[in-house]
C-alpha cells in the first residue's frame, strides 16, 4: 500500500467491530464498537474499507451505501502464502488474515498463532511459508454455557479465571472445568507441536488471550492486533487490482 493513501481496515467479530485507520501505510486509531454504535459521522465516506469478516446482511447495506469503496477479505485473493488448506472457501477470514498478519515475521521459522476468543483457534504455517491448516475448539464462553445448554440441571456459570483447581461445590466445579480445562487444552496443543517443530515460533492473539499464562517464553508472542495486521498485508498486495 503506497504511503501517501489512506482506508479503513474493519474486523468484525462475533461480539464486536474493531475499526483501523491506515496513515501513512501504518495502523492506527484502533477502536473498538457495538454494530448499532458505529461512528458513521465520524468517518471518511471517500477512504476505502477493507472488510475481514461476514457481516450481516443489513449491515453490509449500510457499509456500501456510505463507503464508495468496500472490499471484502476472501481466499481467492492475493495472499503472502501457500494455501495449502483442502477448502479455502470454508476457511474462516479470521483465520485467513491472522496468517497474513505472521508469515513476513520471523523468516524461516514455522509458525503457529493461537487465537483465543469465541473460539480456540489453531493455525499453522511452515518454515517455507505454507500455511498447512489447524483445529477449532470452543471459547471459554462457549464452553460454560454449553453445559447449561446440554445438561438438565447444570447452571450457567460465567468464567472464572481464577478459578480453584479442585471445585468444592457445583459452582466452583464447573469454574475450574472451564477455565483450567480451556488452559489445559491450550498448553498441550502447544506443547504438541513444539514437539514436531522444535524452532517454532508462537503467535497469541485474540480477546481471551489476556487470560492465558504463557510465562517468560521466548518463542511466544502477544499480537493484539494481529488480525489487522493481516487485512493490511492482504490490501497492500491486492489494491492495484481490487
Not at 483457534?121 to 447449561?148: T, W
Not at 475450574?176 to 480445562?181: A, L
Amino acid at each position: 500500500m503506497s504511503n501517501e493513501k489512506c482506508a479503513y481496515l474493519l474486523d468484525a467479530g462475533n461480539t464486536q467491530v474493531k475499526l483501523c485507520e491506515v496513515i501513512n501505510g501504518q495502523l492506527s486509531e484502533i477502536k473498538r464498537f457495538a454494530l448499532n454504535d458505529f461512528p458513521w459521522n465520524q468517518l471518511k465516506s471517500n477512504y476505502p474499507v477493507i472488510v475481514s469478516s461476514v457481516i450481516e446482511e443489513g449491515w453490509r447495506t449500510q457499509l456500501e451505501d456510505f463507503f464508495t469503496k468496500v472490499v471484502y477479505i476472501h481466499s481467492e485473493l492475493k495472499l503472502p502464502f501457500k494455501m495449502n488448506y483442502l477448502t479455502p472457501e470454508t476457511l474462516g477470514i479470521d483465520r485467513l488474515c491472522n496468517v497474513a498478519g505472521i508469515v513476513n515475521k520471523e523468516a524461516g521459522y514455522p509458525k503457529l498463532i493461537v487465537d483465543l476468543g469465541t473460539c480456540i483457534k489453531f493455525d499453522f504455517v511452515d518454515a517455507d511459508q505454507n500455511y498447512e491448516g489447524g483445529s477449532i475448539s470452543p471459547g471459554l464462553n462457549m464452553r460454560a454455557k454449553a453445559l447449561q445448554s446440554f445438561t438438565a440441571k447444570l447452571p450457567f456459570i460465567p468464567t472464572n479465571v481464577n478459578a480453584s483447581f479442585i471445585g468444592k461445590s457445583t459452582q466452583e466445579s464447573i469454574e475450574s472445568g472451564v477455565f483450567h480445562g480451556w488452559t489445559a487444552e491450550i498448553e498441550q496443543l502447544i506443547a504438541r507441536y513444539e514437539k514436531s517443530y522444535p524452532n517454532l515460533m508462537i503467535y497469541l492473539t485474540g480477546g481471551d488471550a489476556r487470560y492465558f499464562d504463557f510465562g517468560q517464553k521466548s518463542n511466544i508472542f502477544a499480537l493484539e492486533h494481529l488480525t489487522l495486521e493481516g487485512i493490511l498485508e492482504i490490501y497492500r498486495l491486492n489494491e492495484d487490482s481490487i
